[in-house]
Nanobody, 122 residues
Framework: QLQASGGGLVQAGGSLTLSCATSGRTFSRYGLAWFRQAPGKEREFVAG????????SYADSVKGRFTISTDNAKNTMSLQMNSLKPDDTAVYYCAATFSGDVYLASSRYNYWGQGTQVTVSS
């Protein structure tokens, strides 16, 4: 029901846009977020957006570089990633929560996409 795409290999300083397509239900009332997991590390919150789109939240490590957005008409969520760093290398997952708000804890999310690999070379 959540399908992440857009990952790839990019040089440091480059940009990528990740997309999360939703299907099977209407996610317009759900809070949506991106998480990432690097090898040997725990899954961490990257960015989130409330169902209204009025509230967004970003991890300190990506503030000013990443932008989360939604297109409810198309049932998609995007993550624009600029000024990428090697530390951004990870599998990125999109997630949705019933509550409609933004949460940093992965346990608050009810649906997960399959993940898309982002690799940033130095």
């Amino acid at each position: 029901q959540l399908q992440a795409s857009g990952g790839g290999l990019v040089q440091a300083g480059g940009s990528l846009t990740l997309s999360c397509a939703t299907s099977g239900r209407t996610f317009s009332r759900y809070g949506l977020a991106w998480f990432r997991q690097a090898p040997g590390k725990e899954r961490e919150f990257v960015a989130g957006i409330s169902w209204s789109g009025f509230r967004t939240s970003y991890a300190d490590s990506v503030k000013g570089r990443f932008t989360i957005s939604t297109d409810n008409a198309k049932n998609t969520m995007s993550l624009q990633m600029n000024s990428l760093k090697p530390d951004d290398t990870a599998v990125y997952y999109c997630a949705a929560t019933f509550s409609g708000d933004v949460y940093l804890a992965s346990s608050r999310y009810n649906y997960w996409g399959q993940g898309t690999q982002v690799t940033v070379s130095s």
